[in-house]
């Protein structure tokens, strides 16, 4: 990200981070149990993947599996994994050959050794692609993302490679998670709960927050648009004059 705050005058949205939630109280309505919601909800991750893409939207950081969520039931937790793990195997062409690049963003070292090989190869593959940025949170939390740069920060210093006085936003900003992606500009959760879960702490210090009450599986590109529509009627201050921003070259809001 970088440490200048976006324009107050982009309507459309760079970064987009979404908390996929409801997977588990849309199976419970069909009568099914919670992995039948999980496995569903992976169309709606492939529909907010091409709608991102067509619109031009830089980044896409969408929350998976967060570090709590390990203390879910174990069969909930295992089916999670391998359900991971297929989506990764059966993904990674489409997302290379659409210029996509795919990187997941948490403490993956908790994952198992071949998860954690073909994470590593999808990302090696895709790494030169720059239509989108397609972040997978998992493992993932807004705690340990702050707490693992103070380290990394912390380790600098002590080895004398960086002094206190150059420790500001911006170079706490490139220890992050999502370091040298753009800020997030628009968070959507869906699944009706208006809380961050533990997400993205550092980076939504500004973006808009925008919670649905449609279930995971079924969001799709219509309700992605309507979410980017709101975005769009906000006036993002950052802190001056509702009158400072109108008075601002070509405002659109
Ligand atoms: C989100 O859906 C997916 C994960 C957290 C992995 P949930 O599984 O939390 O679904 P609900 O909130 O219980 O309906
Ligand atoms: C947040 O959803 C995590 C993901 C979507 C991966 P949760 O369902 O775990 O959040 P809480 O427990 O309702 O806050
Ligand atoms: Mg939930």
């Not at 490679?161 to 911006?170: H, P, R, T």
């Not at 769009?232 to 659109?252: A, C, I, K, Y």
Request: aromatic share 8%.
């Amino acid at each position: 990200m970088s440490s200048t705050l976006p324009s107050v005058n982009s309507s459309m949205p760079k970064h987009v981070a979404i908390i996929m939630d409801g997977n588990g109280r849309w199976a419970k309505q069909q009568g099914k149990l919670r992995t039948f919601g999980h496995k569903a909800g992976v169309e709606a991750v492939r529909a907010s993947v091409r709608y991102a893409r067509e619109q031009g939207i830089k980044a896409l950081t969408l929350f998976a599996f967060s570090s709590e969520n390990w203390n879910r039931p174990e069969e909930e937790v295992s089916v999670l994994m391998e359900l991971f793990t297929f989506v990764l195997k059966s993904e990674v062409k489409k997302l290379n050959r659409n210029d996509v690049r795919l990187r997941v963003v948490g403490d993956t070292s908790k994952f198992g050794a071949k998860l954690q090989q073909l994470i590593e190869k999808a990302e090696k593959l895709t790494e030169s692609n720059s239509s989108l940025v397609l972040n997978i949170a998992a493992n993932y939390g807004g705690r340990w993302d702050i707490v693992n740069a103070s380290k990394k920060i912390a380790e600098k210093v002590q080895a004398g490679e960086l002094a206190l006085d150059n420790i500001d936003e911006s170079l706490f900003d490139q220890h992050t998670a999502l370091s040298s992606l753009e800020e997030v500009d628009l968070l959507i959760r869906t699944g009706g709960d208006c809380r961050i879960s533990n997400f993205l702490l550092w980076q939504l210090a500004y973006a808009e927050l925008v919670f649905t009450d449609v279930l995971w599986p079924d969001f799709n590109e219509q309700y992605f648009q309507q979410a980017v529509q709101v975005f769009s009627s906000r006036q993002r201050r950052f802190g001056l004059t509702g009158e400072q921003v109108e008075s601002s070259v070509g405002v659109t809001c």
